[in-house]
């Protein structure tokens, strides 16, 4: 009987000595990678909402241009000097954005 119940208690430690390190395993995962990518995605998703006519954008391919007209979806983009070419985008080609009232000075 005391046998029996010293293998018994020897199981369940090892088994408690595996799920333990995989559970800090799975945290240290959960607070280095998930937690800020959720972050990242919420501040992209608060910026795209944000977007206003006349904002200045950057691309994710890197030109920079003026919002001339906003959609559901998509943008119309101005860019170059002379301001003659507009590019429609979808809103998820937008990698960041300058509000057109930050430049102006108070």
Known sequence: ?????????????ALLSLVIPLAIIFLLMYFMIMRPQKKEQQRVKSMLAAMEVG???VTTS???GVLI??????????FGNNRNCRIPMRKSAIAE???ASDGIAE
Do not use: P, Q
Request: net charge negative; aromatic share 6%; charged share 20%.
């Open 97 to 99: 954005v300058e509000k």
């Open 1 to 13: 009987m005391l046998l029996s119940t010293a293998a018994a208690s020897s199981g369940t430690g």
């Open 62 to 64: 890197g030109f920079y």
């Open 55 to 57: 904002d200045t954008v």
């Open 69 to 78: 007209n906003i959609t559901e979806e998509d943008v119309i983009v101005e």
